[in-house]
């Protein structure tokens, strides 16, 4: 059983009450290049809440949760950060808390700012695990997302390098260290190539990466499988966490993940499948009617681009 500690209390309001961290809100840490102090959310467990906006120079690319759990014997860290400074920032936050050193970075996936820092952990001697196909992706655009982060981060964006994982896995990596079970599980296609999470199941809190969302809208990406994650959800169901730290967001619950991931695109995959079989066209789909989920984050800019490629993914499904 956890411990009542003062970390449980801040998540049980989480859970309690709604949490906006506004689209808008400026750099929560000025005196870091991340956007926000890490918080523990469970004994042993922290997370650095990235910006629920689009990346740009205000955010410096955090936009997305680096975690870490402290074991006892080693830190295991969920992320590498969008580029290498970020990367710095996040293991100087480590070193605060503890001394013990980091043992292993786990790329959530192969966007940027799952793998633009991996450079960084390299270059402490840190090993960097990823899944094959989350490499693979960032070996096809790994050049093309750090020309963006170039472009929005300005100096910001200075020793990031492409730099791939240098191991890779293919389904479940179970790690045995200090007071943790620590499983980096696949658990099927979903938001983008090789995305993983890592699940705990003593204290039944899973770090989910973009296998789910909170407090912004989700984006589906021209490789995003709609229908494969929803399959894939289901493996995300059956670990019956009672702890989410997202993607994106706040920590929460399953409640609320399942309510803007799995929900979300059921609701718009059964909008599209109603104009598919009345034989509408692809201008139809981007007026779909999605204001049930316009207090999301990033609403805005991804609502239509989302339902015109659900459209086209299920005209050929």
Do not use: C
Not at 174 to 201: C, K, N, Q, T, Y
Not at 258 to 286: I, N, P, S
Not at 307 to 316: D, S
């Amino acid at each position: 059983m956890l411990r009542t500690l003062p970390p449980l209390l801040i998540l049980a309001q989480i859970f309690a009450t709604p949490v906006r961290a506004d689209q808008f809100i400026a750099d929560q840490y000025p005196n870091s290049v991340l956007y926000a102090k890490p918080i523990e959310v469970i004994p042993g467990v922290w997370s650095a809440i990235g910006a629920t906006a689009p990346p740009d120079y205000d955010n410096a690319g955090h936009n997305n949760n680096l975690s870490f759990i402290v074991t006892g014997d080693g830190v295991i860290v969920f992320n590498s950060g969008a580029s290498y400074l970020l990367a710095k920032a996040l293991h100087d936050e480590i070193r605060n808390i503890t001394d013990q050193p980091v043992a292993l970075v786990v790329n959530e996936n192969g966007q940027g700012h799952a793998m633009l820092g991996n450079g960084y952990w390299v270059g402490q001697g840190v090993p960097v695990l990823a899944h094959e196909a989350a490499a693979e992706a960032f070996e096809d655009d790994g050049y093309g997302s750090l020309a963006r982060l170039k472009d929005y981060a300005k100096e910001q964006s200075l020793g990031s390098t492409v730099q791939a994982p240098t191991e890779v896995m293919t389904d479940t990596r179970v790690i045995e260290m200090g007071d943790f079970r620590i499983e980096v599980r696949w658990l099927g296609i979903a938001h983008s190539p090789g995305d993983l999470v890592i699940w705990l199941p003593e204290q039944r809190l899973v770090i989910a990466g973009d296998m789910a969302f909170h407090e912004r809208l989700l984006p589906v990406f021209e490789d995003t499988q709609t229908l494969e994650w929803l399959q894939s959800w289901q493996r995300f169901e059956d670990l019956e966490a009672l702890y989410v730290i997202p993607g994106h967001g706040h920590p929460t619950n399953m409640a609320q993940v399942r309510r803007y991931t799995r929900d979300y695109l059921l609701f718009v995959r059964g909008k599209v499948q109603e104009l598919l079989d009345e034989g509408e066209d692809l201008q139809a789909a981007y007026e779909i009617d999605q204001s049930a989920y316009a207090h999301l984050h990033t609403f805005d800019e991804l609502a239509k681009k989302n339902a015109g490629r659900i459209f086209e993914q299920m005209e050929f499904e």
